[in-house]
T-cell receptor
Framework: KAGVTQTPRYLIKTRGQQVTLSCSPI?????VSWYQQTPGQGLQFLFE???????NKGNFPGRFSGRQFSNSRSEMNVSTLELGDSALYLC????????????FGPGTRLTVT | AQKVTQAQTEISVVEKEDVTLDCVYE???????LFWYKQPPSGELVFLIR??????QNEISGRYSWNFQKSTSSFNFTITASQVVDSAVYFC?????????????FGAGTQVVVTP
């Protein structure tokens, strides 16, 4: 079974631009969560989607948004990029929304200059 | 407030030594889940184990073992006879609250360095 895939793997953007990251969950998984990982803040939860609905949201500004499609694929968008948005963005999928273990993708390394 | 504390920033051992990683969590919920993940240099988080709050049985999987103690709010992880391939950052995580199961709260991680 293929794992969680994320595209692109690396991205360089300029301050003020916007970016869209994509995540394809493991086949059959319906829940997708997004996390931001930085050296200073560690791993922080961004949001979770299940059946195209956002179920949980972390403490991030409104510039961070996401959505989930009917095939469970998910995208996250960051508008008006700031230098502090440079991070590894990790997507995780699980069978259903709940206490099931989450399986992570390789991440998208975003650099904002 | 930090919900999951991993006090050890880095642990260095020589191959074949045992290493124990500490994890202390904080929650008011009676039902919660605890996880351990491994992040090798490649960056991808690898799921290791999930425990629910009602199951305090220790678990062993090969060279890995976990000790869950609700009385001390700890969920410690031991690697027996460490190998170079065990070098990675290990994260402990908590999932709590009926409406927040999909939200994992991670500790800061412990870097394990195993030298030959």
């Amino acid at each position: 079974k293929a794992g969680v895939t994320q595209t692109p793997r690396y991205l360089i953007k300029t301050r003020g631009q916007q970016v869209t990251l994509s995540c394809s969950p493991i086949s059959g998984h319906r829940s997708v969560s997004w996390y931001q990982q930085t050296p200073g803040q560690g791993l922080q939860f961004l949001f979770e989607y299940f059946s195209e609905t956002q179920r949980n949201k972390g403490n991030f500004p409104g510039r961070f948004s996401g959505r989930q499609f009917s095939n469970s694929r998910s995208e996250m968008n960051v508008s008006t990029l700031e230098l502090g948005d440079s991070a590894l963005y990790l997507c995780a999928s699980s069978l259903v929304s709940g206490s099931y273990e989450q399986y992570f993708g390789p991440g998208t390394r975003l650099t904002v200059t | 407030a930090q919900k999951v504390t991993q006090a050890q920033t880095e642990i260095s051992v020589v191959e074949k030594e045992d290493v124990t990683l500490d994890c202390v969590y904080e929650t008011r919920d009676t039902t919660y889940y605890l996880f351990w993940y491994k992040q090798p240099p490649s960056g991808e988080l690898v799921f290791l184990i999930r425990r629910n709050s009602f199951d305090e049985q220790n678990e062993i999987s090969g060279r890995y073992s976990w000790n869950f103690q609700k009385s001390t709010s700890s969920f410690n992880f031991t690697i027996t006879a460490s190998q170079v391939v065990d070098s990675a950052v290990y994260f402990c995580a908590l999932s709590e609250g009926t409406d927040s199961w999909g939200k994992l709260q991670f500790g800061a991680g412990t870097q394990v360095v195993v030298t030959p």
